[in-house]
């Protein structure tokens, strides 16, 4: 079932904006922390790296997955990666059984969840990006893995 997404929070570690925030404003980008969507519901979800299914995929809860401190809250609500999919239905979709690409797709924009960092899969940071990302096959899930 789909809800409206009303908004997009970036839970950064305060070291993430070391140089400042203008990287957020690119088509892909990695955090290390969190992101919590709010929805017409009420309800929340934060979206992490995890260690269920597999060690370093995406996971899905209604708390953080961080102990509270050290924490910048960045709004991306109005920001254009996220802006097409706010305010409308959103439904999310895993791209493989490890968890490793979580797709939230509306009418008008998808944008995909990985745990990825560059050209290393089951990190433990959240690669956000336009782009279709595919996960490789497993033996070279297992080559790529970032250690």
Not at 16 to 21: A, I, M, Q, R, T
Not at 71 to 98: A, F, N, P, Q, Y
Not at 102 to 131: G, H, M, P
Request: proline share 3%; charged share 30%.
């Amino acid at each position: 079932m789909a809800s409206v997404l009303l908004k997009v929070t970036y839970l950064l570690f305060e070291r993430e904006l070391s140089e400042g925030d203008e990287y957020l404003l690119r088509d892909e980008h990695i955090l290390d922390r969190e992101i919590r969507l709010a929805w017409s519901d009420g309800s929340e979800e934060h979206i992490s790296w995890a260690s269920d299914p597999v060690q370093y995929c995406i996971g899905v809860q209604a708390r953080s997955w961080f102990l509270p401190g050290d924490v910048v809250e960045v709004d991306m609500t109005s920001r254009s990666i996220w802006k097409e999919l706010v305010g409308r239905e959103v439904r999310s979709h895993w791209h493989d059984d490890s968890h490793q690409v979580l797709e939230l797709c509306s009418d008008a924009a998808s944008i995909f969840l990985a745990s990825r960092e560059n050209d290393y899969w089951e990190a433990d940071t959240i690669t956000v990006s336009r782009a279709k990302l595919q996960v490789p096959p497993n033996t070279s899930l297992e080559r790529t893995r970032a250690r």
